[in-house]
């Protein structure tokens, strides 16, 4: 019989299979050869103590009995054809996890995505790098696949309450991720990886019946009688349908105004803002690993760090290890940062986000735009960020000491970000009240992680897309907006999922709602 093991091993043994088995068989104090097979089920690094460990949950198979692993395959889909259509705008994980849930579930999508398909997106990321030209159509937020795309393809989620995680990875397996996807504590695909995966997913929507309809941008929904019946797209298309998935990420901000203008009910939501810092990955992996070397059998160390300041929390988001750090602006005269790590994440440099909770009130500011006050303050700070760098897509940038100290650095050495820093006082940038929060943050920070708190780090502002700063209201149990039926707001886009894998989850739920709501 096959038997189920927990163990802690030296790194060099969790990736040499012969060396796993001879450790495996000591414990089990059988031979080698007794040991046919060893499947691995989860993988995670314990480097609290000074001998890093790798815990392992694994499957040993005896010899001359079967062996017996999930087959990880695709549902049996349908073809949809013929079927009852549903619009889904946005083709983000939201978005395209949505409309392979409305096939599972004998339901023709209609995906509208107002950029271009995964391949012909590299060239606008190519402009916004090179030449600082912004397509407000397609770049790193917005075209197939979403914002995950091209900034990291990290797959983990804290929030297990959200749905079948497992589920969604599986179909990420199945579409052609790397099956170490379902066994990383942490699972991470990779930019240059992930767009053939989407790609995947897309002509297996089309291929089932399904549409995907690129360069599609909604600029009108038709409303009847408080129902949806339909959208507009820029090029005066009407697209009819009685049910629609509002998927559109959470830097649509002319989805919030045309809902606003329409007297949709929406509502500010508090989101997180701050910057992106930038260490060596070496100095991260000795502070992590305790070591002064990595060695060759543990990956990029990530960190993770939450403080309390001024009653406000403080933490570290969407940690890049071995990764660099991108422009992900969606307009002209705005700058906008974001990082992202190739699958082997093997870059020089370290970087996350490091950003402070905001409150309500602290858009009172702009109280005058009503529920897009949130909105208007995260884009005051992107557009004077982009006139004190030089109205180019350079960032404002300082060292992590002398913002501590007020102190405008005399120098700024050269960066991941590719289109370049320009040295400015970052307090500049920022409310007093969020200059302050930070200041004292890296302070503490520094006391938690000796050596992060370094003038050898980088700070890059902003880091203003964290999340939504609206929320587009919708029952807790149909899913469909509050006053408009037919009218489902998913997932990032409407305040209610962040990531990859929860936004994913979210655009499941809406899907199954809709043929609940069907039936």
Known sequence: MSKELLLQVAPEIAVNDNLLKQHIAKLERISSAEIQHISILKRSIDARQKSIKINLKV??????????????????????????????????????FAALQLIELGLKPIVL?????????????????????????SN?????????????????????????????????????????????AHPHIGTNKLPKIIQAIREKIIELGGQVWFNTKVVDFLIKNNAI????????????????????????????????QK?????????ALGVRAEHSQELIDKIQYSCDFRGEFLPPAPYSIVKQINGRGMYSFCMCPGGVIAPCATSPGEVVTNGWSPSKRDQATANSGIVVELKLEDFKPFAKFGPLAGMEFQKSIEQQAWRLAGATQKVPAQRMIDFTQSKVSTSIPKTSYVPGTTSVELGQVFPGFLTQTLRQGFVEFGKSMKGYLTNDAILHAPESRTSSPVRIPRD??????????????????????????????????CALKIAESLN
Do not use: W
């Open 229 to 260: 019946e339909g959208v507009v797209t820029q090029k005066g298309d009407k697209i009819l349908a009685s049910h629609l998935i509002l998927a559109t990420g959470h830097s649509a901000r002319d989805i919030y105004e045309l809902l606003h």
């Open 476 to 509: 807790s149990m149909t899913l469909e907006h509050l006053h408009i039926k037919g009218l489902y707001p998913c997932a990032e886009g409407a305040g209610y999922a962040g990531g990859i894998i929860s936004a994913a989850i979210d655009g499941e739920k």
């Open 59 to 96: 499957v040993l198979f005896y010899q001359n009995e079967p062996i017996v692993e999930k087959k990880i395959e695709l549902p049996d889909y349908k073809d949809v054809s013929k079927a009852q259509e549903v619009i889904v705008v946005g083709a983000g994980p939201a978005g395209l």
């Open 113 to 137: 995505e107002r950029g271009k398909n995964v391949q012909e997106r590299r060239r606008d990321l190519k402009a916004i790098n090179i030449d600082h030209i912004v397509n407000e159509d």
């Open 263 to 271: 007297e949709v009910f929406i509502e500010a939501k508090p989101f």
């Open 140 to 184: 790193y937020c917005y075209g197939e696949g979403g914002a995950g795309t091209y900034s990291d393809g990290k797959l983990y989620t804290r929030s297990k309450k959200r749905g079948d995680v497992d589920r969604i990875l599986e179909l990420f397996v199945a579409f052609g991720a790397s099956h170490d996807i379902l066994v990383e």
